[in-house]
């Protein structure tokens, strides 16, 4: 499978929230779109992650080199990382199979990917209609919009103290909570990838309405990612 740019492809570069997180958003990425998703038609999905609501199957090598000649260097430079290349750590296509009814306490809460605040995720939407996007979140009563080592220990606690008493309803969360204050919210637009820090609270932004669909023409189909400095 042979990638290219879309002719009509452009870069918006984001700062969110009060801790300006930087948000690489990118419309129109791949010009041979409809490549990618009859590929994952092909695929085998299953379940692999206690915290992904759905099935996942691994993205193509080719995908990934794609991602990297690309956009290495604007990734390298916005999100000032002190490195001269990338890798993939991992890049799934995955699909949310998940009914709000069956998604465990850790699915209905923004969450962070790592704590380290160089590692990347990206995002890229490949679904058509209206299945929402991706929000980011403040913790409010840490003011947190980010975890890292040295932040760990006291959300955790705080999450421990409060959360029991705030326990969220079996629903995705999307918009504000009595724990969570929505600081951003991109849509899930066909052909749009966004890339952001790991470290940042994210939850995929996901209606009450929301009907399950494992076919990957036809349902929430994504590739997720997760990219390293080396």
């Known amino acids: 499978m042979k990638l290219h740019t879309h002719p009509e492809l452009s870069i918006k570069k984001l700062c969110i929230g009060a801790e300006e997180s930087p ?10 779109v409809d490549d990618l998703i009859n590929f994952a038609t092909q695929l085998k999905f299953e379940a692999n992650s206690n915290f992904y609501p759905g ?6 090598l ?17 999100f000032q990382l002190k490195a001269n290349k990338l890798k993939f750590a991992l890049s799934h296509y995955s699909l949310v199979t998940s009914t709000p009814s069956q998604l465990h306490l850790l699915q209905r809460i923004p969450h962070f990917d790592s704590l380290d605040s160089d590692g990347l995720a990206a995002v890229h939407y490949l679904f058509k209609g209206d299945l929402g996007g991706t929000s980011f979140y ?8 980010s975890v890292n080592e040295s932040r760990r220990q006291e959300y955790f606690e ?6 029991s008493n705030n326990m ?6 999307n918009g504000d909570t009595v724990l969570y204050e929505r600081i951003s ?20 932004s996901i ?24």
Do not use: C, W
Request: no cysteine.
């Open 23 to 32: 948000l690489l958003v990118v419309d129109n990425f791949v010009n041979e």
């Open 55 to 60: 099935i996942r199957a691994e993205a193509s």
């Open 62 to 78: 080719a995908y990934q080199q794609f991602v990297l000649e690309n956009l290495q260097q604007t990734l390298l430079e916005f």
């Open 138 to 145: 403040k913790h409010r009563d840490t003011q947190f919009e």
């Open 158 to 163: 705080s999450m421990k103290r409060n959360g």
């Open 168 to 173: 969220p309803s079996a629903e995705y969360i």
């Open 185 to 204: 919210k991109q849509q899930g637009i066909f052909n749009r990838i966004i890339i952001y820090r790991r470290n940042v609270l994210h939850s995929g």
């Open 207 to 230: 209606s009450k309405e929301f009907v399950p669909d494992d076919n990957p023409l036809t349902g929430r189909l994504s590739i997720n990612s997760f990219i390293d400095p080396y």
